[in-house]
């Protein structure tokens, strides 16, 4: 079985300031790890993903996430805050079932930034 | 390339009455998944179409019923609708790679369903 925990629904940071949304998984196979982005009334844009390799990854709009294997986290990180950024962010695991895959979703964060 | 593309975009429906939604999956896409988000809730996973068939399912009841077509294109049908099956349903196309990992998933802009 595989579930995903993202520790705090809201944050709120200041333009400029560090961007830190924290997601754990569990999971029974290898993980792919999945960070989205959803915009008010959009629909879900991939941020960034984790299949193999390198564990430090880096995505779009500057964003990146780290995989831990040992502390089972996968963290989104972005260096400085833009207020185009506030949004509601999703961390989502996959593994194969059968030869088919499908995506567990966390509760999501809503991030807010202010001037 | 005119990505995922879902209808209608919003709907109104009464308790007890069906309603189906559509999806048109992304250009080269084979696999078609549907998700439900309830408000301020994540997606769930209702499931997943692939030539033809269905190859997963979530934790859903037998109201909920899909189709996919030769084209690719499918369907999310709901019987008897109840006020909580109001939420914004998802859908998401990805090829599937024989023997790995289905490559990445791309999401319409949703249908907002609500159940009065």
């Known amino acids: 079985a595989q579930s995903v925990t993202q520790l705090g629904s809201h944050v709120s940071v200041s333009e400029g300031a560090l961007v830190l949304l924290r997601c754990n998984y569990s999971?029974?196979?290898?993980?792919?790890l999945f960070w989205y982005v959803q915009y008010p009334n959009q629909g879900l844009q991939l941020l960034l993903k984790?299949?193999?390799?390198?564990?430090l990854v880096k995505g779009i709009n500057g964003f990146e996430a780290e995989f831990k294997k040992s502390e089972t986290s996968f963290h989104l990180t972005k260096p400085s805050a833009h207020m185009s950024d506030a949004a509601e962010y999703f961390c989502?695991?996959?593994?194969?079932?059968?030869?088919?895959?499908?995506?567990?979703f966390g509760a999501g964060t809503r991030l807010a930034v202010h001037p | 390339d005119a990505g995922v593309t879902q209808s209608p975009t919003h709907l109104i429906k009464t308790r007890g009455q069906q309603v189906t939604l559509r999806c048109s999956p992304k250009?080269?896409?084979?696999?078609v998944s549907w998700y439900q988000q309830a408000l301020g809730q994540g997606p769930q996973f209702i499931f997943q179409?692939?030539?033809?068939?269905?190859?997963q399912r979530g934790n859903f009841p037998d109201r909920f019923s899909g189709h996919q077509f030769p084209n690719y294109s499918s369907e999310l049908n709901v019987n008897a609708l109840l006020l909580g099956d109001s939420a914004l349903y998802l859908c998401?196309?990805?090829?599937?790679?024989?023997?790995?990992?289905?490559?990445?998933?791309?999401f319409g802009q949703g249908t907002r369903l609500t159940v009065v």
């Open positions: 998401a196309s990805s090829l599937f790679l024989t023997g790995y990992l289905n490559t990445e998933a791309f």
């Open positions: 999971s029974s196979v290898p993980p792919y």
């Open positions: 984790y299949t193999t390799g390198a564990t």
């Open positions: 989502a695991v996959s593994g194969i079932s059968g030869g088919y895959n499908k995506l567990i």
């Open positions: 250009s080269g896409h084979d696999t």
């Open positions: 179409y692939y030539e033809e068939e269905e190859r």
